[in-house]
């Protein structure tokens, strides 16, 4: 059984967000792909990410939830430090990020050691501890390449598997992604009572 096999499971779009992916893709979609490619990282972001991020909305004052850009983490033990600011993270907290629920890190175009996996697993390995958490998820992107983390401690060894390529320029795989996303933003809010 795969450890993503509940994860990845379609989740209900609704046929808002349908639309929403399908004007996305007609934008930046395989015609296109070459437009995402050379975006800077602020383009991305801006254009691309962020509008997916927002139709997901992991904001819930309810719940003391919020969605982080650009924000500071640290983690500190006896063997190691972690320092940084991370693209984008889900925490508990509303003005300030408190408990790190969900990250995405993505890659820093024209930056020489930008690499988007160690740097989310080094969060997921921060948010994890400073959480007291048993696993926790994440995401990073290399131009429309999506890939999905799950990280968790057995004994004192951090143990994480990475999901298969997500092109998000093929409408199929932005509709898994979304669904991924949904799937996490779910699981989050239904474990906050």
Request: proline residues 3%; aromatic residues 18%; contains cysteine.
């Amino acid at each position: 059984m795969s450890i993503f096999q509940d994860w990845f499971n379609i989740n209900e779009i609704s046929n808002l967000d349908l639309e929403f992916l399908k004007k996305l893709n007609s934008v930046y979609g395989e015609n296109f792909a070459s437009v995402i490619k050379h975006f800077s990282e602020e383009t991305l972001k801006a254009k691309f990410i962020i509008p997916i991020l927002n139709k997901v909305d992991f904001f819930s004052p309810e719940r003391y939830i919020a969605d982080f850009y650009n924000e500071s983490l640290k983690y500190q033990n006896d063997n190691f430090c972690f320092s940084g600011f991370c693209d984008f993270y889900v925490a508990r907290g509303i003005e300030y990020p408190e408990k790190p629920l969900f990250f995405i890190q993505e890659f820093k175009k024209g930056e020489k050691y930008s690499d988007p996996e160690p740097q989310l697993i080094a969060e997921l390995i921060a948010g994890l501890e400073i959480g007291n958490l048993q696993n926790i998820k994440g995401a990073y992107i290399i131009g429309s390449i999506w890939n999905f983390v799950y990280l968790y401690k057995n004994n004192d060894k951090y143990i994480y598997t990475i999901s298969q390529n997500f092109d998000s320029t093929k409408l199929s795989d932005l509709i898994q992604i979304f669904s991924n996303l949904l799937f996490v933003k779910n699981e989050i809010f239904n474990s906050i009572k």
